[in-house]
Structures are given as structure tokens and as C-alpha cells.
């Protein structure tokens, strides 16, 4: 998405957050899991057959064994898969996201952090790619999930109240891996205390 919105709950951030909006929905571009394991392993075999670095980590089904800050691990009653991001915890970064990009890797995705939880509203002016917008709480459960965001469209995305951390993946990956509201994600961004999949857990 080209750009991106997140707001917080005080007045004094409603300007920033009408900032943020237009900057955050058009940039995040993501790709497909670096590795994945599902009951049916069908998105193994789709893995397996592109050429990509994550596509063969996805065919030998190679496990998270700790938390890497460029890598999230999410895990449900589906399965389980990772991705390698990008990171994007400072305001020049959220409002960029992945503008302009005409293309993302299938393992690859953006992973937004904030200060603290949000309303996370955004939109994908000047973004290229569909993508799935999935909304995670400060326990690191996802919360909701917008998914195939049009590439260039203003109409707002609105993630919800409570928002500390938002995974943008190519459009279509969350409905093929069965990725829902309650699913697990870590990442040693997410404040360890509150994750409900800790770092420490392996």
C-alpha cells in the first residue's frame, strides 16, 4: 500500500493520523510464506514449485527455531507459516510502506509496528499489488484481516481500535494458508510480556 494510516486514541494525534492514513494503505507489498505446513501441505507444493529462496525453505518445511527481527512465525488450527519482512516502526517508514512497488516476492511481507496500540485505518493510494492487511492486537492474535486490497484504491481500510502491529502479504495468501482472526504471530517486535507466542516459546 501506498499509504498508510494509524491513529492513537488522543486528540493531539488526529492530525499525525490523517498523515499516516494516506501514506500507510499504498505501501505495503508482501509475499508468500517462507515456509508453511498445512493439513493438506498444498501450499508446500505451490512453494515448491517457484524458484524463490523462501519457496525452497517452504519445500524442506524448515522450522522457526527463535525469533528473528526480518521473519514472522504464525501458527493456528490450519498450520503454521512464516514470512521474511521488511520492518516499519518509524513514521517515515509507515507512511511509505510499500508505494510503488510492482511487485513482491511470495514469501516476502511488511510488518508495521507502533508506539503503542491504535486505530489503524488504511488505504492503498499509489500501491501496485493486491494485498491481504492482517490487524494484530499487542498479543501479538490477530484481530481481523481486510484481504485483496485493490492496488490504487482510496476507499479507507479500517483495522479497529487496539491495533499495535499490522502484516501486509500478497493478496489472497491469508485465505490459501487458512490464516483467521485468533491466530498466533511472533516476532520480538511484539511486547513479550503480552505475546501470547513469546520468543522464549519454541
Request: aromatic share 4%.
Amino acid at each position: 500500500m501506498g499509504m498508510r494510516r494509524g491513529s492513537g486514541n488522543s486528540g493531539s494525534r488526529m492530525g499525525r493520523m490523517s498523515h499516516i492514513r494516506g501514506a500507510i494503505a499504498a505501501g505495503l507489498c508482501l509475499a508468500g510464506p517462507l515456509w508453511a505446513e498445512t493439513p493438506g501441505a498444498t501450499a508446500l507444493k505451490d512453494a515448491a514449485q517457484s524458484g524463490s529462496q523462501a519457496s525452497r525453505q517452504a519445500a524442506t518445511g524448515e522450522e522457526a527455531s527463535s525469533c528473528d527481527r526480518d521473519r514472522v512465525d504464525l501458527r493456528g488450527a490450519w498450520g503454521q507459516a512464516r514470512f521474511h519482512v521488511e520492518i516499519a516502526d518509524e513514521p517515515d517508514e509507515r507512511n511509505q510502506g510499500l508505494m510503488n512497488r510492482p511487485e513482491m516476492a511470495r514469501g516476502d511481507g511488511m510488518l508495521f509496528i507502533y508506539e503503542e496500540p491504535v486505530r489503524a485505518t488504511f488505504w492503498m493510494r499509489n500501491t501496485l499489488i493486491p494485498l491481504d492487511m492482517i490487524f494484530l492486537g499487542s498479543d501479538g492474535v490477530v484481530a481481523s484481516i481486510h484481504e485483496n486490497a485493490v492496488p490504487l484504491d482510496e476507499t479507507v481500510i479500517d483495522g479497529g481500535e487496539g491495533v499495535l502491529a499490522v502484516l501486509e502479504i500478497n493478496g489472497g495468501l491469508a485465505r490459501e494458508f487458512g490464516i483467521v482472526s485468533g491466530t498466533q504471530l511472533r516476532h520480538p517486535g511484539l511486547p513479550q510480556e503480552q505475546a501470547v507466542w513469546p520468543c522464549a516459546d519454541r
